[in-house]
């Protein structure tokens, strides 16, 4: 078992290199084809910080551990929602726009409702998937309309990436994501199988926690130097691409059954989301004691997974 461990942390460790390797290169050229900025923050960013989960629960669907690949994504918006947004708010109280409290947060609600609503029937069909990806396209396509009527008052003197260097990035953060995410399912079956543990709980655990080391650093790093906006708006995003792309484009190729995820643990998924909705209202600020309540109701919810173990 120990050496299906050192698998797995290999493997979360290629993911997470990867996918920053990956979207350093998209940028850069996307940069050099003079793509706007606001336009490569709302696409490559957004999508490069979530391709650990969608690459985890791509080939988990593929190798028939369909468990494991939802659980993945609903423990990783779980662990953004109430971990990630309690950890940074506990760091420095988040201010949350005007325009995230009636757009983001309730687009990102009704995308955990959706879900919730399909895996009632423990399976999550070709249909179910595809309505994800529509809403997923209806989104962007809002969102990137909004942005173009905001300036644009990003630098434009940075240095551009060289399209051969972009390039060689790029490829290198592609093999580096499909090689870890391989390993990393492989080891996380092997382990779950070794200590009697479902593949939806270890979705919903480790396997959660480690695709979604990227939105912690990123969030929690932008709430300690005030950016609150980055870290609420990297930890929806996140969420919304999750749900709508990653199950949508993964159920479009390989549908999946579903019996190791309950229903506490897409009540926890909605519940969250309704609580931060809550919080954000108030003086649409995210308070110290507010996000001490979520981290303390995440840990929780992980100690209701473990006692259920036993």
């Not at 972009?166 to 093999?175: D, M, P, Y």
């Amino acid at each position: 078992m120990w050496l299906h461990l050192l698998f797995v942390l290999i493997g979360i460790m290629l993911v997470l290199w990867g996918a920053d390797r990956l979207t350093d290169g998209a940028v850069g050229l996307a940069e050099r084809m003079n793509i706007p900025q606001i336009v490569i923050g709302l696409t490559i960013v957004a999508m490069g910080t979530s391709m650990p989960e969608f690459c985890v629960s791509f080939v988990s669907a593929l190798k028939g551990t369909p468990d494991l690949a939802v659980g993945n994504i609903i423990g990783s918006n779980i662990f953004n929602t109430m971990l990630i947004v309690g950890m940074a708010a506990m760091v420095t109280p988040i201010a949350i726009p005007k325009i995230t409290v009636r757009k983001d947060i309730p687009f990102a609600l009704l995308s955990s409702a959706t879900l919730l609503l399909f895996c009632l029937d423990g399976h999550l069909s070709r249909v179910d998937t595809g309505i994800l990806l529509i809403l997923f396209f209806f989104f962007m396509a809002f969102t990137l309309r909004t942005a173009k009527q905001m300036n644009d008052t990003q630098s434009q003197t940075k240095k551009k990436m060289k399209p051969l260097v972009a390039t060689v990035w790029l490829l290198v953060g592609l093999g580096c994501l499909i090689a870890g995410s391989n390993l990393f399912v492989d080891g996380a079956t092997q382990v779950a199988a070794a200590i009697g543990v479902s593949d939806a709980v270890i979705g919903l655990t480790i396997v959660a926690g480690g695709t979604s080391l990227p939105e912690l650093a990123t969030s929690v790093l932008a709430a300690r130097k005030g950016n609150s906006g980055i870290a609420i708006g990297n930890v929806l995003g996140s969420n919304v691409f999750n749900i709508l792309a990653i199950l949508g484009v993964t159920g479009m190729i390989s549908p999946m059954q579903i019996q190791g995820i309950g229903l506490t643990d897409l009540a926890m998924l909605v519940g969250s989301m309704v609580l931060l909705w809550l919080f954000s209202f108030t003086k649409y600020t995210v308070s110290r004691w507010e996000g001490t309540i979520l981290t303390v109701l995440y840990i929780g919810y992980i100690g209701f997974l473990i006692a259920a173990i036993r």
